[in-house]
């Protein structure tokens, strides 16, 4: 991811200007415990960490951690054709709509 939509300016834009980004390394730190929003990230990377790879995603929550409000789906380098970490417009897109539900959700 850090190498295509992550790295395209529009992106970086709001993300800066509309979001409070937040990397979490989960085999160091484990998962943060006050998001419960991405609890279910936690039976996917343990089924991938069996195979010594990793998990590629985002996810958008709302300020308490308790809602997810979008995400990106999966980022394996298998999946680039499809997978909406690998295109900016579709990731900006996926922001816009996590925004826009977090909006109604006020």
Do not use: H
């Amino acid at each position: 991811m850090q190498g295509s939509s992550l790295s395209d300016s529009s992106v970086i834009a709001l993300l800066n200007t509309k979001f409070i980004p937040l990397y979490a390394d989960v085999d160091v730190y484990g998962f943060p415990k006050e998001i419960t929003a991405i609890e279910r990230y936690k039976r996917i990377w343990k089924a991938f960490s069996k195979n010594k790879w990793g998990i590629a995603t985002s996810a958008v929550v709302d300020s308490s951690g308790q809602k997810l409000l979008g995400e990106s789906g999966s980022g394996f380098f298998w999946q680039w054709k499809t997978a909406t970490n690998y295109y900016p417009d579709k990731f900006l897109d996926y922001l816009q709509k996590a925004l826009n539900k977090g909006a109604k959700n006020v």
